[in-house]
């Protein structure tokens, strides 16, 4: 059974960079499919952030292009997202995700709150 | 890119089906077939129900079905059960590995 899991502060400082890290298990990342992250401010909808292929290939979400920035770790089998310059507007649940032609494998999310 | 038009709320009783629409452009919903449903109830991770359109995954009800017709996609959950009372979300490709979902519809079994 494929299993993410999120991990990282769960508190950011506004102008800081917020930093997740997404720990994949039961399946390893190397053998293929795209990567992604995807956010929801409390009590608001879904937004996809950004997905990385197992090769290092990345995409982003054009709203937050200029901010964002997605790793992978083949041999960790585990991807990251980093995103800079955090406003309160970044507050969200951030969850990772295995891409296909959707998502199906999601981590639990994480709550990532941005405030001084 | 921007999101995907979904109704804020809609409702209905228990055994009867709903739909829940999800409006795109030519450039999402329209040029593929690639639009998924996802299930999240409060405080929880999204679960997908519907993939490509009108597939279901395995152990999904099939009292759930999905269908497109044009830029507009729709998810119809028949013979309505209290556990389906949940938010629902479309997903739909946008063409260069890129995604976009919709606003989201929150559903309440009377």
């Known amino acids: 059974q494929v299993q993410l899991q999120e991990s990282g502060p769960g508190l950011v400082k506004p102008s800081e960079t917020l930093s997740l890290t997404c720990a994949v298990s039961g399946y390893s990342i190397s053998s293929g499919y795209y990567w992604g992250w995807i956010r929801q401010p409390p009590g608001k909808g879904l937004e996809w952030i950004g997905s990385?292929?197992?090769?290092?290939?990345?995409y982003y979400n054009p709203s937050l292009k200029s901010r964002v920035t997605i790793s992978v770790d083949t041999s960790k089998n585990q991807f990251s997202l980093k995103l800079s310059s955090v406003t309160a507007a970044d507050t969200a649940v951030y969850y990772c995700?295995?891409?296909?032609?959707?998502?199906?494998?999601w981590g639990q999310g994480t709550l990532v709150t941005v405030s001084s | 890119q921007s999101a995907l038009t979904q109704p804020a709320s809609v409702s209905g009783s228990p055994g009867q089906s709903i739909t829940i629409s999800c409006t795109g452009t030519?450039?999402?919903?329209?040029?593929?077939?690639?639009v998924s449903w996802y299930q999240q109830h409060p405080g929880k991770a999204p679960k997908l129900m519907i993939y490509e359109g009108s597939k279901r995954p395995s152990g999904v009800s099939n009292r759930f079905s999905g269908s497109k017709s044009g830029n507009t996609a729709s998810l119809t959950i028949s013979g309505l059960q209290a556990e389906d009372e949940a938010d629902y979300y479309c997903c739909s490709y946008a063409g260069s590995s890129h995604w976009v979902f919709g606003g989201g519809t929150k559903l309440t079994v009377l």
């Open positions: 990385i292929y197992h090769s290092g290939s990345t």
């Open positions: 995700a295995r891409v296909r032609d959707y998502f199906d494998y």
């Open positions: 030519s450039s999402d919903v329209g040029s593929y077939n690639l």
